[in-house]
């Protein structure tokens, strides 16, 4: 047997770049969306009376980025995201150690709950979050959300396979945070062909019956932001 | 004075964090574009014979990442970009050690040259790049400019601050590496509103005299790729 001891006291050979480079500690961060009944939300995990933090956690050793975020939301709430996109990458060089943070924006689809998930749900503006950082990366991803609902189809991730155009307005508007012109909407939302009719009605409640559509096609702009080689399978 | 032998043989308390995650190595990759003499080009540094790699480097340590590219460029070309946007941040598991790769888009203004900086200019289908991820993230940063041609004004920083309507078209074409309809690209143009006339005019040897436009504004969308909080000041 070797005395581990003695195995400790052989001579260290100095590592000349540990020593120009103190490297910073890695760490995965999500900002999950959801709408939930109607009302556009942010999954946070509770820590304290009532201060919240984003999901995150540190890669495994060579795990790839993706890889991990995705595995956190898996970890977080049971299944894997509808839709992940990397957001940024920023440097944390106030805290010890001095950390470099990778965060993601995670969209879940609508239908699915799972009664022991890990994460509370909220509506951004509520949530009282415990790290600057985690306001700073939540009220970006909101910016970038909010703009990409301009020019991709990135709000159907939120939606259920089938929808009626007021669904659809619902969750442009909840992401927005203003009321949408139904007309205007609706005329650009068929200009763009980017939602097709299913033919089938659904009835709510004491409404006319509306048609349902779904997405046209789900390869559309919205995933450049994904390069093609760290594209992830969507589940189906 | 102490045994600096002896002091190694101190018994060591193991690191659990250091154990359960090795750290990786972090690099700063920059992808360069700018528009020299009408010919959209990526610069690169020269390795051995014929082989190229992106300018990259190890952030110092605490160093904001944003910074460390800012820096990158101004010892590659001489002068800070004018514009940069992170592009995505990578995980190289394959290499020893495992390392993490922030790479960013930087374009150059096309009336900045310095005869003596470090990189050299080719066309990006011309370029033998001697690491497969500098491939990787040549391609897909040429896909993200592409795709924000459509939608910012992300093009001007190629130009000077005035051009013709065909030195604007010439960098579209460059950059998309297609032709483009004339009065399909001025119409469009007109109604997108990003540029505005100086009542200028420029005679181009023989040509009939074109009139001179100016960006309408430089805050637009282009930007929100880049959160505020790690906005840097375009040098004007």
Redesign the interface.
């Known amino acids: 047997m070797i005395d581990s001891?003695s195995a400790?006291?052989k001579?260290?050979k100095p590592n000349p770049e540990l020593e120009?480079?103190?490297?910073?500690?890695?760490t995965v961060s999500i900002i999950p969306f959801q709408v939930r009944n109607g009302v556009f939300c942010v999954g946070t995990i509770v820590v304290g009376a009532s201060e919240h933090v984003l999901p995150s956690r540190?890669?495994?050793?060579?795990?790839?980025?993706d890889a991990a975020a995705e595995q956190l939301m898996v970890e977080s709430t049971g299944h894997p995201p509808a839709y992940l996109e990397?957001l940024?990458?920023?440097?944390i060089?106030q805290r010890e150690p001095?950390r470099?943070i990778?965060s993601y924006i995670a969209l879940v689809s609508p239908d699915s709950h799972r009664p022991n998930e890990e994460l509370v749900w909220r509506e951004p503006a509520d949530l009282q979050l415990r790290r600057d950082t985690d306001r700073?990366l939540l009220d970006?991803a909101l910016?970038?959300l909010r703009?990409k609902l301009?020019?991709t189809n990135i709000a159907f991730h939120l939606l259920p396979r089938t929808f009626t155009l007021t669904d659809l307005q619902v969750v442009y508007e909840r992401v927005l945070d203003q009321e949408l012109d139904k007309r205007n909407f609706r005329r650009r939302l068929s200009a763009s062909g980017i939602v097709t009719r299913t033919g089938v009605l659904r009835r709510d409640g004491k409404h006319r019956p509306a048609e349902l559509y779904r997405f046209t096609s789900d390869s559309d702009?919205s995933t450049?932001?994904t390069?093609?080689?760290?594209r992830m399978e969507t589940p189906s």
């Open positions: 001891s400790l006291c001579p260290i120009l480079h103190v490297e910073p500690r890695l540190s890669p495994d050793t060579r795990e790839p980025l990397q940024y990458t920023l440097s060089e001095w470099i990778v700073m970006y910016v970038r703009a301009g020019y702009q450049f932001l390069p093609p080689w760290a």
